[in-house]
């Protein structure tokens, strides 16, 4: 259980889109305290964040802007550079902007684009187990081996410069599975649910957050 | 390179997993939280439970029970039964389910697939169509529980369920459910070349070569596999050790099978007694993450 007595370790943000009961379990497997919340007072207090995400870009946006914590979130990860990861589409919300189902803006936090997959010779959404291509290891990536399969569910993907790419995967060409830039965080496919390699990642996401 | 799916499904019926066999007869196996336990440290790639009673009673699958289950999973949970509102995938989605299954309301109400792909992105809706061969290749699409014809083809229903924003097909055969004798790879085929989306192979499961026959001749991007499962040892790991050499499949486990020989059925062989001596002394560490 999430230890109410001790200041939590991460806080899981809740934006109505969330499928933030995976992300929860997952962390409690690990033993790491956490909150789920929208508050800005809680967002303030949090060491370290993480975003889930379940939904389309749209609402996901509009959910964060109806819930005033997008000025917060950027002045504690950017300003303040606490730690943050975002997942799936929480990976997708940190971009400028995307395509799905009309022009949306993001949230900015990493310069790229949210587009289709291309899909002239793969179906889509792309879903499954597939591999990486790690480019950059430190943090996320330390502790899961190079053949590791991870779990994704997405049709749409952060189209975006090679350096803010961590991970990449092949669908059809190749698309971002993970961004890093500075204490922002993202990973396209599901760490909750991608068994040990992603409880893994999910632990070095938890343990760098302390450095 | 993105594996093959092999999914683990789970029919519950008064809140019991059940065997099911031709949509008639339906066998009690036992409490699905163990059933999901088991399945996620076989590593099954996910796993579907489907909730039969749900449609009839008006609900869909208790939250509480869905709850306890999502903590048992570390893989995809797709959750099915009675779905036909936004409301109730929001609900489910917030007990733990990844992934919802909409079948009546396909028919029913297909409007419903537009709306909740605009909400909770087409990832998120899988739609499963229960088929019956009527007559020697023309399949009907059948809904409660497989007892009520609709009169509509279900290539047709697929298509026009991709259309509205489903974004998996999983494609059941009725006659071939609980029947052991395999896929029926021409159904699946006919589903798999007309839409552009996954789709999922479901009903008549017998064997690990039944399913490297539905991804070759039926073109399917997943198996989903209920009473084979549940009624066989070591069965996701060892028929993953079957499909490894001939598919993209995700092998996570200590298990290697290497010195193990399978069965014409797919099932262990005795290994040799030179092998068994050496496995009583040696060390199994479990998993550090």
């Known amino acids: 259980m999430s230890d109410t007595a001790r200041r939590p370790e991460v806080l899981v943000i809740d934006y109505g889109v969330g499928n933030h009961t995976s992300v929860c379990n997952a962390l409690e497997r690990l033993k790491y305290s956490y909150a789920v919340s929208s508050d800005t007072k809680d967002i303030k207090d949090a060491p370290a964040y993480i975003l889930p995400g379940v939904g389309a870009f749209k609402e996901a946006m509009q959910n964060l802007r109806g819930r005033n914590i997008i000025e917060v979130l950027r002045e504690e990860v950017i300003g303040k550079k606490k730690p943050l990861l975002g997942i799936c589409l929480g990976m997708q919300v940190l971009a400028e902007d995307s395509t799905e189902d009309g022009l949306h803006t993001g949230l900015g936090f990493i310069p790229g684009h949210v587009v289709l997959i291309p899909h002239e010779n793969v179906r889509v959404p792309h879903v499954g187990w597939n591999t990486l291509t790690i480019q950059k290891s430190d943090p996320l990536f330390v502790a899961v081996s190079t053949d590791a399969r991870f779990y994704f569910d997405h049709s749409y993907h952060f189209a975006t410069d090679e350096k803010y790419r961590a991970a990449t995967t092949q669908y059809g060409g190749e698309i971002t599975a993970a961004v890093q830039h500075g204490a922002v965080y993202g990973v396209q496919f599901h760490p909750e649910k991608s068994q040990t390699s992603g409880l893994r990642l999910l632990r070095s996401f938890m343990k760098n957050t302390k450095k | ?289």
């Not at chain 2, 699958?61 to 039964?81: F, N, Q, W």
């Not at chain 2, 409301?87 to 297909?110: H, S, T, W």
């Not at chain 2, 026009?160 to 021409?186: H, M, P, V, W, Y």
């Not at chain 2, 001749?217 to 040892?233: I, M, Q, R, W």
């Open chain 2, 1 to 289: 390179m993105l594996s093959k799916r092999i999914i683990a499904s789970i029919i519950l019926k008064d809140g019991i997993v059940v065997q099911s066999v031709g949509f008639k007869h339906y066998l009690p196996i036992g409490s699905p939280e163990i059933a999901v336990e088991f399945l996620d440290a076989w590593g099954a790639d996910e796993i579907v439970v489907l909730d039969i009673c749900a449609s009839r009673e008006n609900r869909t699958m208790d939250g509480e029970l869905l709850s306890r289950l999502a903590t048992k999973s570390m893989v995809p949970l797709t959750v099915g039964g009675g779905i036909n509102s936004v409301e109730m995938i929001r609900q489910l989605i917030r007990k733990g389910a990844d992934k919802v299954v909409i079948n009546r309301a396909a028919i029913d109400n297909p409007g419903l697939i537009a709306e909740a792909a605009k909400i909770f992105g087409n990832q998120c809706i899988t739609v499963s169509i229960d088929a019956k061969e009527i007559e020697k290749g023309r399949y009907e699409v059948f809904v409660d529980s497989g007892q009520v014809g609709t009169g509509r083809d279900p290539v047709e229903v697929a298509q026009s369920s991709t259309a509205q924003g489903a974004g998996e097909i999983l494609i059941r055969s009725i006659n071939r459910d609980g029947s052991k004798k395999g896929f029926d790879r021409e159904l699946i085929r006919s589903v798999s070349e007309a839409v552009d989306v996954p789709v999922v192979a479901a009903g008549g499961c017998g064997n690990p070569q039944h399913i490297a026959d539905a991804f070759r001749e039926g073109h399917a991007d997943a198996v989903a596999v209920g009473n084979f499962f549940n009624f066989t040892e070591h069965s996701v790991t060892v028929t993953k050790a079957f499909l490894e050499p001939h598919f993209p499949i995700r092998l996570d486990t200590y298990a290697t099978y290497e010195h193990a020989a399978l069965g014409g059925d797919g099932r262990l062989e005795k290994q040799s007694d030179v092998v068994l001596e050496g496995l009583r002394f040696e060390y199994h560490p479990k998993e550090i993450i």
